[in-house]
């Protein structure tokens, strides 16, 4: 089974349009969080949400907003794209206290997202 | 701004050979420091976590150990083999940002 699954895989769309990407897990966590590849291969943090309410929130233009219907999913979604979205989004959770920096975050697959 | 930093980008190895690469990340509001091993087109997955100073783990031929006060971690693997390329990533969590803050990785190739 896995534990942390987004869809889709690979996304690849027009500039200006709308998109969602979906990510839910099924290990019972309580913290889910949303990272964005970047072209130098780091692993950005964008949002994290803790019991569905909205923990971290960083930098991120206003196009970007996430969802959390409840606390085993987290979808990510992007108004207006623009060229520079292009990354891979890697959706990950961990158990529950996410001021707890010793707890272990489990990562989705990625969605890599082409703007074209 | 807080940097992580790993050092080699890229390191090419025959199978059997012993390498060790660092995490270079801040000495100040250290709250834990993560390892993970992420290999192509998968999901990076935890190696450990590591908290105090001095601390040393293991995991069959990997391990790492931590030193806070100088802010650096080393990831050793003994007899590398094939299996083990990938890329593996340090993670720096300071209490302060709430976060983890992840360096670009260190790229190994096991040659067999």
């Known amino acids: 089974d896995t534990a942390v699954s987004q869809t889709p895989k690979y996304l690849v769309t027009q500039m200006g349009n709308d998109k969602s990407i979906k990510c839910e897990q099924n290990l019972g966590h309580d913290t889910m969080y949303w990272y964005k590849q970047d072209s130098k291969k780091f692993l950005k943090i964008m949002f994290s949400y803790n019991n569905k ?42 158990q529950g206290n996410f001021l707890a920096a010793q707890e272990t975050q489990y990562f989705g697959p990625g969605t890599r997202l082409l703007v074209l | 701004i807080l940097n992580v930093e790993q050092s080699p980008q890229s ?19 250290f709250y834990a420091l993560h390892w993970y091993r992420w290999e192509t087109a998968k999901s990076p997955e935890a190696l450990f976590v590591m908290t105090l100073n001095g601390d040393e783990k293991k995991k069959g031929r990997i ?5 806070t006060k100088e802010g650096y971690s080393y990831l050793y693997i003994k007899g590398s083999q094939p299996e083990d390329s990938a890329t593996y990533l340090c993670a720096f969590h300071g209490g302060a940002t709430n976060k983890l803050i992840f360096g670009t990785g260190t790229l190994l190739a096991v040659q067999p």
């Open chain 1, 53 to 94: 309410e909205l923990i971290i929130n960083e930098t991120v233009p206003n196009r970007f907003s996430p969802k959390s219907p409840d606390k085993a999913h987290l979808n990510l979604h992007i108004n207006s794209l623009e060229l520079g979205d292009s990354a891979v989004y890697f959706c990950a959770s961990s």
């Open chain 2, 11 to 29: 390191l090419h190895v025959q199978e059997g050979d012993s390498t060790n690469f660092t995490c270079s990340f801040p000495s100040s509001n």
């Open chain 2, 63 to 67: 391990s790492a150990t931590l030193n």
